[in-house]
């Protein structure tokens, strides 16, 4: 019995889990290009550590060590992988850091002075990024693990107190090698809290595509890491700006993510892009009026011929009044992604008429379109791009069969129309593209995209624009911490 509620709680539960329109893979081919990014800015990060002073006295000598400075990191081995539950494993080992203090020494009235460099070895990092969806559907570091050491530290004293800086060297260099311990994992725990998430901040959530209508990228669930990738969930749907609260059921198959040849994989089901046209048609941008001389020459023409029995039988000050041609998608246009290729289609009234100056226009006749439309989806940056194509093109009258057997010979050139005015138009728009839920700084290069039935994916490999540093300083919060007095103490383990 508990055995048969626990497959119906779970049944119910999978039947309200609401399926991703946008999955993103990163892969482990990306991680080594994500390291060598991460590690000058873990280099520039470690330089911040700041080491309060050291001071003692041992017989009749008093010693101070200030203005401690990292001046550099050097590794010898470094590795990011992801784990199952961590997410991201940062593992330096043996590395060194170089260091630059000032030192003082008073024996009786004998002062000796100066700036000395130092070296610590044997630097062992281990630090853990846990990611999660927040409440708003962002991905955030979460929770950062951290375990440093350091395993010996080397001063090259010198002056004319050489033998008494030696003789108190196991003092400054072990204090000093405790409270480096007590530094490095703070340092780590900040920069991935707070200017980490700083840059995953700039990855757009709810935003608007344009004046009309915005796209949720929405987190459902915490990001799944396994031993060779990172898999996210996103919403992936667009939404009209005037119904903020709107969204589209997503009954279409959900995409799927076996590929792992490149740094990252995007698919898109077809809900993503039934949901940008549905948006569309719901805050009324898919209709198109052309009038007067907006409507090519020859068309017009055609069109005052073709219906120059019914123009005839009007007043005179009519039959020269401008010609009016207005298309108006009826419902929202739908996308089909087969592996031969994706298509769009439509279905449009089309309602020509007579525009008399300052008098109510004079419809000549209405008529039904359907046309189908190819679709070629690219990868540009971080914008996904689309371009269509008119393939199919039909109009038929829904008055009677005898009036679409008439309007055959609008056939042709209401096509042509459409592709010389009408495609450019709507191309211009859709090149623009929209973005990906992407960090900024980053890009897309070297783009595949591949159909698939009922979705498509995109594989490409990262590309950073700007430096790690450059965009996390772009972005970094007002920063008020200090190390020394703060009462929040980040999961670390140092070896002191």
């Not at 919060?477 to 670390?492: E, G, I, N, Q």
Request: aromatic content about 8%.
């Amino acid at each position: 019995m508990a055995l048969l509620g626990a497959l119906l709680l779970a049944f119910l539960v999978g039947a309200h889990a609401e399926l991703p329109g946008c999955k993103i893979r990163i892969t482990s081919k990306a991680l080594e290009l994500v390291k060598q990014e991460g590690l000058r800015f873990l280099e520039q990060e470690l330089e911040t550590i700041t080491i309060p002073d050291l001071r003692g006295r041992e017989g009749q000598f008093y010693y101070n060590i200030s203005e401690v400075k990292v001046t550099e990191l050097q590794l010898t081995s470094s590795e990011l992988h992801f784990q199952p539950e961590q997410e991201l494993v940062l593992q330096i080992s043996n590395a060194s850091l170089g260091l630059r203090f000032r030192r003082q020494l008073l024996y009786w009235f004998l002062y000796d002075g100066g700036y000395i460099n130092a070296s610590a070895e044997g630097v062992s990092i281990r630090t853990a990024l846990q990611l999660s969806r927040d409440a708003t559907g962002r991905i955030k570091v979460s929770n950062v693990s951290c375990q440093a050491s350091v395993s010996r530290m080397h001063a090259a004293f010198g002056g004319t107190f050489k033998k008494v800086y030696e003789f108190l060297s196991t003092f400054i260099i072990s204090g000093m090698r405790f409270l480096l311990n007590q530094q490095i994992c703070p340092v780590l725990y900040h920069a991935g809290t707070v200017l980490l998430n700083s840059l995953l901040d700039t990855v757009p959530v709810r935003s608007s595509v344009d004046e009309l209508v915005g796209i949720d990228y929405s987190l459902l669930k915490n990001p799944v890491a396994s031993d060779s990738n990172l898999d996210m969930d996103f919403r992936g749907s667009f939404f009209p700006l005037a119904e903020g609260n709107w969204s589209l059921p997503n009954r279409a198959v959900e995409p799927q993510l076996q590929e792992e040849e490149r740094m990252v994989y995007v698919a898109f089901s077809e809900f993503f892009f039934d949901s940008a046209m549905e948006s569309y048609f719901r805050a009324e941008a898919l209709k198109l009026s052309l009038v007067g001389d907006k409507v090519p020459h020859d068309l017009d023409m055609l069109l005052r011929a073709t219906y120059f029995g019914s123009i005839v039988l009007l007043s005179p000050a009519v039959i020269d009044s401008p010609l009016k041609l207005e298309l108006r998608v009826l419902a929202p246009p739908r996308c089909t992604i087969k592996p031969s290729g994706s298509t769009v289609s439509v279905t449009a009234s089309v309602t020509i008429a007579l525009v008399p100056p300052d008098q109510p226009e004079v419809q000549l006749s209405s008529m039904t379109m359907d046309a189908r439309l190819s679709a070629k989806m690219a990868l540009r940056g971080k914008a996904l791009r689309t371009q269509l194509d008119l393939r199919r093109f039909r109009i038929y009258s829904n008055q009677s069969a005898l009036e679409s057997l008439a309007l055959i010979p609008l056939q042709a050139p209401l096509k042509t129309m459409l592709q010389i005015g009408v495609m450019p138009m709507l191309n211009e728009r859709m090149w623009r593209g929209v973005q990906i839920p992407l960090p900024e700084g980053i890009n897309f290069v070297r783009e595949v995209v591949t159909n698939h039935a009922g979705f498509l994916t995109i594989g490409a490999d990262l590309h950073f624009a700007k430096g790690l540093r450059e965009v996390i300083e772009k972005n970094r919060p007002a920063d008020t911490r200090d190390p020394w007095t703060s009462s929040a103490s980040p999961p670390s383990t140092a070896a002191a």
